[in-house]
């Protein structure tokens, strides 16, 4: 076990050095002055010059990456560890702000938004496919099939606009951003309005990934009730609900741990369209604004952390399959 | 698609397949539905945008007496044409867009910019059907050649140079493709000097298969190379079309800029006008005044441009008539001869009357020019409110921008406008960049996959057991299986969306490199169930009968592996359609996906957002024509996958 976990890191930490030399590549070899836009248009050409060589634009692509990664590192050990009296190294250019914290107040903001779109999308998901997949070929699983492929098809964003102007034009609650602007609330109602803010974002979001998810779980319980133990319970006059949610559902379900690898990016990549729509100032958002201003420090500090994540989800998940199934062994 | 050879039914397996999904009533529908969306792609232009509006009459009315040109088809790419005739009308105070509700010459009514929104529909069909079919067409060529690969060739090794041959081959390509030459040529340069010191080895040890293969390749490189360049820089077409891009963009942004900034003070002005004095809207319409003077300008000096261009034209022709007449007189055919000398002789007086004109234009330059300055002579009083001011300067700093936009693209504005017009560039222009587009990306793709076969060819020679220590340090080998699907894990470990908007902000506007951006990112699916399906096969009893036979693994390939695994990829490329069209249209409603010319319908949705309110058609057709399009190709490809594997029906 230990030794598949520590052969497990060092495979991870080599994708990771080959993901962070391809990210800042394609950033670092991009054509046009990412730093054209943060210099003063009136300062003069040798003052130019000077703060490029502070910014250390010029240096040569394998200094830039050293000492890029380095900065990262430092960094990162200091929000690891919480040192409040660390110096932090990797700045934006653009915005002057600390990359890392923000970050991390960034992932804060949009914590509540993806958690609830998990949420929604899980316990809808999960009653739609086992119900259609006990009602097999019947009018509510046939209902199901035809809803889920029209959410599958339904372009996220334009419902989301469509939400805008229903709830927002229509019955006059605002939904953009994640509190109403300028508007002093308290109690109940500050509580309504940070619910509707973030509930129209979530169900929106989750709209797409319960159909996906539905027919997923509905695959998996149709896969397990197939098999020769469930008919053994079967004949052997278990009841119903016995043998489909103590028998099938416990196996069907195994599947599920794989998804949790995709969790823990989705904190933090997975509602960039929907916060870019709803104006809310998360991780999704603050990545998109850097794209767009060419922000190379956020954007490939993004991407590298993405990534990370995405590779630890990977790791938990194969860990905790093997803990849910003794039949798997780690190899 | 042929028949399996070695099954032994009454009934073929195709058939079968064909009876379950004609049985499959809304895969049968959506089938109908996309061959009348693909007509409606091909057909599009032919039947929309060609409705004269009492607006456009206006405006050839006021074309024929400037001498300005008109382009009646406001949906074409002459966003320039589109700038000069139109620019007064539509943006300038009293601030009115010219966006109409639908009528009976404009169905679906107009957007913002006047154009007809059912034509703009129709011809983004084209546009996002396209890129469905050339991204998945890119994402299951390279699913499928790399899954092939590490299933039938997966446990030979290679040397690890042919692994950095294709690596930077890649991305020598990827950047090639996106016009990047300078980052581009190190990449291609090292992937080319991998092949050649595997080509010297290869002939060293006599495998002279390899030998030819590399050879290939290396002339693939060189293709590529060559091709981009000869468009790219080249030619002085290459080079009009590159300008005439630069400037159609920059016209198109000030045009949004200007009418923002109307949007803007009308915003102002209806939301609280007595927040306005008296003395600031003098103030404003003193700015108004001043924009006009300056735009009246502006519209002067392209039409004399405009004229300028036509006259060097007009010029070029008159001594190749007079060659023609004189080898007409010389053939003595003097009635032939008498003709042409009719037509230049008219064509002369067209010169000169066109000349006269302008002179009257540069006169007309020179008198609004006047009016400008004296307009700006005029002195401005301080302004009490804040937002006005505020408003006041910015639109003092974007008039002042205007000036100096169009002055500085000057002359290259007017080589556009020379070799546009002989080019036709306004027609040609998008078929253009998709050809090119097009075939940079697949001389790529052939390069990867001449690459990859020689990949196959070195590994199946079995040369790479060498006994060779030396060899052995130097060339280090790895399993195929390993090599492919360790960069398959990496691909995707990397966010996707991150992806794809980072390589797309960082290249200009333009929905070609989003399809490559969606084919390249979406492989991996492909790659993976190709790999799982191919390995399942070759342990098949059919298989092993054929390789027992002898049957070379060419063979094996194309006459077993192929027929037996296409149909799910067939399945996957169908429902890939329908991601790739969704995941255009999100990222031109994003803002990061179409160019300024091209109509997608994630664009026309974006465009129309602006008008949720007071337009919801705008946003609501171009949103049903995703959704049609989307869920078409997701149950088409249901069905398909039903009826090939009539086992998963109701999964």
């Known amino acids: 076990m230990i030794s598949y976990i520590v052969r497990r890191i060092f495979q991870m930490g080599v994708t990771l050095v080959i993901i962070s030399v391809f990210s800042f590549l394609i950033v670092a070899l991009a054509p046009g002055d990412p730093f054209a836009s943060q210099l003063d248009p009136k300062s003069k050409p040798a003052d130019i010059e000077r703060q490029r060589d502070q910014m250390g634009y010029d240096d040569p692509v394998v200094q830039k990456y050293i000492k890029f990664y380095s900065q990262f590192f430092s960094d990162l050990g200091a929000v690891v560890t919480g040192d409040d009296t660390h110096e932090w190294e990797l700045r934006s250019a653009r915005t002057k702000e600390n990359v890392l914290p923000t970050m991390w107040n960034k992932m804060l903001i949009t914590l509540p938004l993806v958690l609830l779109t998990v949420l929604i999308t899980w316990t809808l998901s999960f009653p739609v496919g086992i119900g259609s997949a006990l009602r097999r070929g019947k009018v509510p699983d046939r209902v199901a099939t035809i809803l889920s492929y029209a959410m599958i098809s339904f372009p996220g964003f334009w419902l989301a606009i469509l939400v805008i102007k229903f709830v927002n034009g229509t019955m006059g609650i605002p939904v953009v951003s994640p509190y109403t602007l300028g508007v002093e609330l308290e109690g109940p109602r500050a509580f309504m309005d940070a619910t509707w803010h973030v509930a129209v974002p979530a169900v929106i979001g989750a709209f797409g990934g319960v159909a996906v998810l539905s027919r997923y779980v509905k695959g998996q319980m149709l896969e397990v009730m197939d098999q020769d133990y469930i008919r053994t319970a079967k004949a052997k006059g278990l009841d119903g609900d016995t043998v489909y949610y103590r028998h099938a559902l416990r196996n069907a379900s195994l599947p599920f741990i794989t998804m949790l690898a995709g969790l823990l990016p989705s904190l933090f990549g997975g509602s960039i369209v929907f916060e870019a729509i709803y104006a809310w100032p998360g991780l999704g958002r603050w990545f998109f604004e850097a794209v767009l201003a060419k922000d190379l420090f956020i954007v490939i500090t993004s991407l590298f952390v993405g990534s990370a994540l995405t590779l630890v989800g990977i790791l938990i998940s194969d860990l905790l399959y093997s803990v849910a199934d003794p039949r798997v062994k780690l190899a | ?651």
């Open chain 2, 1 to 651: 698609m042929s028949k399996p050879v070695s099954t032994r039914k009454p009934t073929s397996p195709l058939r079968d397949a064909l009876r379950l999904f004609i049985r499959n009533t809304p895969a049968v529908l959506a089938l109908l539905m996309i061959f009348l969306l693909a007509a409606a792609a091909i057909t599009g232009k032919a039947f929309v945008g060609k409705h004269p509006t009492e607006d456009q009459l206006k405006l050839i009315e006021k074309a024929e007496i400037t001498g300005d040109t008109v382009d009646l088809d406001v949906n074409t790419h002459a966003v320039l044409d589109h700038t000069k005739t139109q620019l007064k009308d539509t943006f300038l105070p009293p601030f009115s867009t010219s966006r109409a509700d639908p009528d009976k010459f404009y169905v679906l009514g107009t957007d913002d910019l006047g154009r007809d929104v059912l034509a703009r529909l129709w011809n983004g069909s084209s546009i996002s059907l396209t890129i469905g079919f050339l991204a998945v067409g890119i994402s299951v060529l390279l699913g499928v050649a790399l899954g092939g690969i590490a299933g039938f060739f997966g446990r030979s090794r290679v040397r690890l140079p042919l692994m950095a041959t294709l690596l930077l081959g890649a991305a020598g390509g990827v950047l090639m493709a996106a016009e990047i030459e300078a980052a581009a040529l190190p990449f291609l340069i090292a992937a080319a000097a991998c092949i050649v010191i595997q080509a010297v080895m290869a002939v060293l040890g006599r495998r002279y298969k390899a030998v030819i293969a590399l050879g290939v390749a290396l002339l693939l490189f060189g293709g590529v190379r060559l091709y981009n360049n000869s468009i790219e820089s080249g030619t002085p077409e290459g080079r009009s079309y590159s300008h005439a891009s630069l400037v159609a963009d920059e016209s198109y942004e000030l045009v949004r800029a200007i009418r923002d900034l109307g949007i803007e003070v009308k915003l102002i002005e209806d939301g609280d006008p007595s927040a306005i004095d008296e003395e600031t809207r003098k103030q404003m319409q003193h700015e108004i005044e001043l924009q006009q003077a300056a735009l009246d300008l502006l519209i002067a000096e392209n039409a004399v441009y405009g004229h300028q261009a036509e006259i060097e034209i007009a010029e070029r022709g008159v001594p190749e008539r007079e060659a023609r007449i004189a080898r007409l007189q010389a053939l003595s055919l003097d009635d032939d001869a008498s003709i042409q000398s009719g037509i230049l002789t008219g064509e002369s007086a067209r010169l000169e009357e066109m000349r006269g004109k302008t002179a009257e234009l540069e006169k007309a330059v020179a008198t609004k020019q006047t009016a400008l300055e004296t307009a700006n002579k005029t002195e401005v009083t301080d302004v009490k409110l804040q937002s006005a001011n505020d408003l006041l300067e910015r639109r003092a700093t974007l008039r002042k921008g205007v000036v100096d936009i169009f002055r500085a693209k000057r002359d290259n504005q007017f080589e556009v406008l020379v070799k546009g017009k002989q080019l036709d560039g306004s027609t040609r222009y998008g078929t253009y960049r998709v050809l090119r587009h097009f075939i940079t990306a697949v001389l790529i793709y052939l390069l990867l996959v001449v690459t990859a076969l020689f990949v196959a060819a070195d590994a199946q020679s079995g040369a790479t057991e060498s006994k060779n220590p030396l060899t052995k340090l130097f060339l280090p080998t790895i399993s195929v299986d390993d090599l492919v699907m360790r960069f398959t894990e990496i691909m995707m470990t990397i966010p996707v969306l991150f992806l794809i908007l980072m390589v797309l902000a960082l290249f200009e506007r333009d929905v070609y490199i989003v399809m490559a951006v969606i084919g390249l990112t979406s492989w991996m699916g492909t790659t993976r169930f190709v790999r799982a399906e191919i390995l399942s096969l070759r342990e098949q009893d059919f298989i092993q009968a054929a390789r027992a036979l002898g049957v070379s693994d060419y063979r094996i390939i194309w006459r077993h592996l192929v027929p037996n695994a296409i149909s799910p990829v067939l399945v996957s490329a169908t429902i890939g359609v329908a991601g790739a069209v969704l995941a255009e249209s999100t990222l031109s409603f994003l803002g990061i996906g179409a160019g300024p010319d091209q109509d997608t319908w994630g664009k026309i949705l974006a465009d129309g957002r602006l008008f949720l309110h007071d337009a919801a058609w705008l946003t609501w057709i171009p949103g049903i024509a995703i959704l049609i399009t989307v869920l078409s190709f997701n149950l088409l490809g249901e069905g398909l996958r039903e009826a090939f594997n009539p086992k998963l029906r109701g999964r």
